[in-house]
């Protein structure tokens, strides 16, 4: 089946720095999300990516879907703390027949971010 | 409006019990999705309802595990009996169409611990 990998698998970093994160599959995905999991919560949508090559920011964050439909990136500028959490990227193969329910998740990204 | 609600929020059982978890999902949202994520891997997409019926349960890992959602609102997710290798955490997320536009919106998941 599908299969995305997410790196690097664990971050550590000092507040102000900048942070970039990758997903890659050897499928085609049509839609590409990132996702942020904070301790006891649920995974919280950051950006979602509909065509190829699509940049978009929201904030300090800016992802890219890749020309390939087969990657995407995440980068958060000048971290700060309230940055600490698991980053997901997620991918969907299709918005129609009757898999357009089904997310595919990389195992994620552990961002620590020291002050 | 209420996000979608889970409960419990976490359950320790022996093996071989049976464990129902229950989701509500926001209001007024057909669509409905159960995920897994077992200790450090990646979010697995398990099934998929619109209003009352199964869309998509090929994510399901084998028939101890069952779902329902009589009358298109809350949804169970039922475990019976349970394995060890069932424990992980079980996020439900719903959406108000197709998810196009905004992604899911995830609960904050119940976590499950099998002994």
């Known amino acids: 089946g599908q299969q995305l990998n997410q790196s690097p698998q664990s971050m550590f970093i000092q507040e102000g720095e900048d942070v970039s994160m990758n997903c890659t599959s050897s499928s085609i995905f049509n839609t590409w999300l990132w996702y942020k999991q904070e301790p006891g919560e649920g995974p919280v949508l950051l950006i979602a990516l509909y065509k190829a090559g699509e940049l978009t920011s929201n904030g300090r964050l800016t992802a890219q879907f890749g020309i390939t439909r087969k990657d995407s990136f995440l980068n958060i500028s000048a971290s700060i703390p309230s940055d600490v959490g698991i980053y997901f990227c997620a991918g969907r193969l299709t918005a129609g027949g009757t898999s357009y329910g089904k997310l595919t998740f990389g195992q994620g990204t552990i961002l620590t971010v020291h002050p | 409006e209420a996000g979608v609600t889970q409960f419990p929020s976490h359950s320790v059982i022996e093996k071989g019990q049976t464990v129902t978890l229950r989701c509500d999902p926001i209001?007024?949202?057909?669509?409905l999705y159960w995920y897994r994520r077992v200790m450090g891997k990646e979010i697995k997409f398990l099934l998929h309802f619109v209003k009352e019926s199964k869309q998509d349960e090929s994510g399901m890992p084998n028939n101890r595990f069952l779902a329902e959602r009589t009358g298109g609102t809350y949804s169970t997710l039922k475990v019976q009996p349970a394995e060890l290798e069932d424990s992980g955490v079980y996020f439900c997320?719903?959406?108000?169409?197709?998810?196009?536009?905004?992604?899911?919106?995830f609960g904050s998941g119940t976590r499950l611990t099998v002994v």
């Open positions: 209001s007024g949202h057909d669509n």
């Open positions: 997320a719903s959406s108000q169409d197709r998810g196009i536009g905004y992604g899911y919106t």
